[in-house]
Nanobody, 129 residues
Framework: QVQVVESGGGLVQAGESLRLTCTASGLTFDDYAMGWFRQAPGKEREGISCISGSGVSTYYTDSVKGRFTISKDNAKNTLYLQMNSLKPDDTAMYYC??????????????????????WGQGTQVTVSS
């Protein structure tokens, strides 16, 4: 059974940084593309960054481009999201998700969270102004 567990959230001030970590088990990590999603109260779940199984190809939504960096350590079964220059609008519950694709080079669409098959419980990120 594929399981993913997020960690690293917290309360920070605007302009500060956080690094989220997602540890996966029960899978061959290289075969799985991964994504980071977030959901703020009263809003729909938003895909903010996705990465191919190989870790080479990435996608970022416009609101985080240039501030967030996604990376994947296949040797450690771990996914990261480095978040810099955080803003109050980044406040949300952040989720890690996994999906097995036909190609390790393919980046899944972050705009279709329903395509991801394994989800963590989330880690809260709160950015104060």
């Amino acid at each position: 059974q594929v399981q993913v567990v997020e960690s690293g959230g917290g309360l920070v001030q605007a302009g500060e940084s956080l690094r989220l970590t997602c540890t996966a088990s029960g899978l061959t990590f290289d075969d799985y593309a991964m994504g980071w999603f977030r959901q703020a109260p009263g809003k729909e779940r938003e895909g903010i960054s996705c990465i191919s199984g190989s870790g080479v190809s990435t996608y970022y939504t416009d609101s985080v481009k240039g501030r967030f960096t996604i990376s994947k350590d296949n040797a450690k079964n771990t996914l990261y999201l480095q978040m810099n220059s955080l803003k109050p609008d980044d406040t949300a519950m952040y989720y890690c998700a996994a999906v097995r694709l036909f190609s390790r080079s393919f980046v899944p669409s972050c705009s279709r969270p329903q395509e991801f098959t394994a989800w963590g419980q989330g880690t809260q990120v709160t950015v104060s102004s």
